[in-house]
């Protein structure tokens, strides 16, 4: 069986993450993402994919380098820029992008253009409690509740959608289903949970979460197998700090 060749400079950045863990004496525990291999398959499809994510002092993401881990091309570069009230999102040199709003906590209020935008509202806990897709009267909305920190069911347009279940003995951090989700999407996460996501279920689907963690109890593999109707989808994330 032959192997496969990761790109040279996903190589790189392992090499170089892995020499900066051995020689820093500071004890802070980095819980940056800055790798992630994302494998991919279902009865149809299967795919290898990478992102590198470069940060500003400030924590924030300010890159997103995007290929297919099997030939090592970069399909897309994301870049970050920010102000106060929001951020805007640029798939490479291109003059238009996607502006995102935040609060003051810096959770995200709206995306989108503004013909068809989302808003998310939340409770004074930093909850978020409803998603309203679109700008028309008959736009659709997600609400959600909460019980003891963590999302537990989402109604659409006020029809049970989404359950949710948690491994209630460990704490949400980076790598977390939900917060990949949307890290890979906005660089951030939005949805905070208290603990990590288990399983996501609906009349359509189950889907089960499974996590592996590196030596200093960060998530060093997500993976994740989701079960429909007609075919059976899995994924894994591999990731480095």
């Given at each position: 069986m032959k192997s496969r060749?990761?790109?040279?400079?996903?190589?790189?950045?392992?090499?170089?993450?892995?020499?900066?863990?051995?020689?820093?004496?500071?004890?802070?525990?980095?819980?940056?993402?800055?790798?992630?291999?994302?494998?991919?398959?279902?009865?149809?499809?299967?795919?290898?994919?990478?992102c590198l994510v470069s940060y500003y002092k400030d924590s924030s993401v300010s890159k997103m380098v995007n290929g297919d881990l099997r030939t090592g091309n970069a399909s897309s570069v994301l870049n970050f820029f920010y102000d106060a009230e929001k951020f805007v999102i640029l798939n490479g040199s291109s003059p238009l992008g996607d502006t995102v709003y935040i609060n003051s906590k810096g959770l995200i209020t709206r995306s989108g253009s503004i013909s068809y935008r989302t808003t998310y509202t939340y409770n004074s806990a930093n909850e978020?409690?409803?998603?309203?897709?679109?700008?028309?009267?008959?736009?659709?909305?997600?609400?959600?509740?909460?019980?003891?920190?963590?999302?537990r069911q989402s109604l659409y347009n006020s029809a049970p959608y989404y359950t949710y279940e948690y491994y209630e003995d460990l704490p949400f951090m980076p790598g977390d289903g939900i917060y990949m989700e949307e890290f890979m999407r906005f660089g951030r996460c939005f949805t905070l949970n208290k603990n990590l996501i288990?399983?996501?279920?609906?009349?359509?689907?189950?889907?089960?979460?499974?996590?592996?963690?590196?030596?200093?109890?960060?998530?060093?593999?997500?993976?994740?197998?989701?079960?429909?109707?007609?075919?059976?989808?899995?994924?894994?994330?591999?990731?480095t700090y």
């Amino acid at each position: 069986m032959k192997s496969r060749q990761l790109p040279l400079l996903f190589i790189a950045l392992l090499a170089c993450t892995a020499s900066a863990c051995k020689k820093s004496k500071n004890t802070t525990i980095n819980r940056k993402i800055l790798t992630i291999a994302d494998s991919s398959s279902h009865s149809h499809f299967s795919s290898s994919r990478f992102c590198l994510v470069s940060y500003y002092k400030d924590s924030s993401v300010s890159k997103m380098v995007n290929g297919d881990l099997r030939t090592g091309n970069a399909s897309s570069v994301l870049n970050f820029f920010y102000d106060a009230e929001k951020f805007v999102i640029l798939n490479g040199s291109s003059p238009l992008g996607d502006t995102v709003y935040i609060n003051s906590k810096g959770l995200i209020t709206r995306s989108g253009s503004i013909s068809y935008r989302t808003t998310y509202t939340y409770n004074s806990a930093n909850e978020l409690i409803k998603m309203t897709n679109g700008n028309t009267p008959s736009h659709n909305t997600l609400d959600y509740i909460w019980s003891g920190g963590n999302m537990r069911q989402s109604l659409y347009n006020s029809a049970p959608y989404y359950t949710y279940e948690y491994y209630e003995d460990l704490p949400f951090m980076p790598g977390d289903g939900i917060y990949m989700e949307e890290f890979m999407r906005f660089g951030r996460c939005f949805t905070l949970n208290k603990n990590l996501i288990k399983s996501i279920k609906s009349v359509w689907f189950s889907r089960y979460f499974y996590y592996s963690f590196d030596n200093h109890n960060r998530i060093s593999s997500m993976s994740s197998i989701q079960y429909g109707s007609s075919d059976t989808l899995s994924w894994v994330y591999n990731l480095t700090y």
